[in-house]
């Protein structure tokens, strides 16, 4: 299986910057993709960044010139830069991986959440 651990969230004033990191582990023979989500009060969850193994990104229209993902391969942790927060971006932050994992000599493909990380952007 996998395990994700989140980190980096937390309280920041309009303007400011956050570092979120997330890392995997477990039996992980490739990582297809990571990405990261967020969901605010009252809001459908929705896509913020996504990274592929071949380093194709795709960004919500909302964070594109404000959002930077990348990724450790060796460490197996994606990472998302967030610079001039606005208080629109509140919202609870989820990893995502797309993985390959083995198992008795089994292959197979496991799309992985982590359980959160707060982010508030208030004065």
């Known amino acids: 299986q996998v395990q994700l651990e989140e980190s980096g969230g937390g309280l920041v004033q309009p303007g400011g910057s956050l570092r979120l990191s997330c890392a995997a582990s477990g039996s992980i023979s490739s990582i297809n993709r990571m990405g990261w989500y967020r969901q605010a009060p009252g809001k459908q969850r929705e896509l913020v960044a996504t990274?592929?193994?071949?380093?194709?990104?795709i960004y919500a229209i909302s964070v594109k010139g404000r959002f930077t993902i990348s990724r450790d391969n060796a460490k197996n942790t994606v990472y998302l830069q967030m610079n001039s927060l606005r208080p629109e971006d509140t919202a609870v932050y989820y990893c995502n991986v797309i993985a390959q994992v083995v198992g008795a000599g089994v292959y197979r493909n496991l799309e992985v959440w982590g359980q959160g990380t707060l982010v508030t952007i208030s004065s």
């Open positions: 990274l592929t193994r071949g380093g194709g990104t």
